[in-house]
């Protein structure tokens, strides 16, 4: 299996050479794929996004989204799997662009288009915006092809696992919605027993230098309270919401 894989991609990178390179799209993707090193593109694009408030959800998941791919492919799956690139091994193959890194499985330019082009596509309100989104993954995806620097199976293997990046940072920015959500129906506690947002007192008489010697204590225990340091009579309480009283 892993050899009939091999004999595919190295065909489809010659039958690339052979049939759609010239000077023009040399250039122009030559370029292009060169954007994306080490996620240039995508960290700018996103990173400008959290300067406006409509953008900044869609900027800051598409950030972790491709801190996971970078995780899983330059951190691990390249140095676990060791594939050597394709101009060391196909003959009459020949590169358009330097490459220093030596790991050509699975390709990092192209999980992080997808992992980043993925989460900006779920956040965009317009089709056209979506699909422009997912369009230039799947060109940075090819780019790796035409300048001979990936195996056809390398940049799949890249878009799976931007793709499940994404769905990961999605799961993420769900779940940090749902507990904002609880949060916000729950309120504040009613009785006031847990953070001491009601009201109390202390028994009649209590010397107040012992009571406001006891005041920091209070404050911490009960953070949601209001203290009242002033003697009302030979009382000394705590009061909620500014309105001080005394029973």
């Known amino acids: 299996m892993l050899e009939m894989i091999q004999a595919l ?39 400008g996004m959290l300067l406006f408030p409509k953008a900044r959800r869609a900027g800051f998941w598409a950030l972790v989204a491709m801190l996971f791919g970078l995780l899983c492919t330059n951190i691990v799956l390249k140095h676990l799997v060791g594939r050597v690139r394709p101009w060391l091994v196909v003959e009459g193959l020949t590169r358009l662009v330097a490459e220093h890194d030596p790991n050509s499985f699975p390709s990092g330019h192209t999980c992080a288009a997808f992992a980043a082009g993925a989460t900006w596509a779920r956040y965009a309100k317009k089709r056209w915006l979506k699909g422009l989104c997912i369009a230039q993954a799947v060109l ?23 793709l499940s990046c994404a769905w990961l940072s999605l799961q993420g920015s769900q779940w940090v919605d749902r507990k904002r959500d609880r949060n916000e129906r729950a309120g504040p506690d009613p009785g006031g027993h847990g953070s001491g947002d009601g009201l109390a007192r202390l028994p009649p008489g209590a010397p ?17 309270a209001g203290l009242d340091r002033e003697p009302d009579g030979d009382r000394h309480h705590i009061r909620r919401g500014g309105h001080s009283g005394g029973h």
Request: glycine share 16%; net charge negative; charged share 15%.
């Open 9 to 47: 991609d190295e065909a489809a990178l010659l039958w690339i050479q052979e049939w759609l390179r010239c000077p023009v799209l040399d250039t122009f993707f030559s370029a292009f794929t060169q954007l994306g090193n080490a996620g240039l593109v995508w960290l700018v694009v996103s990173g």
């Open 140 to 162: 940075m995806g090819f780019s790796r092809l035409y300048v001979g620097v990936h195996f056809p199976s390398d940049v799949l293997a890249g878009c799976a696992v931007g």
């Open 208 to 224: 107040g230098g012992l009571f406001l010697g006891r005041v920091p204590i209070l404050e911490g225990r009960f953070p949601g």
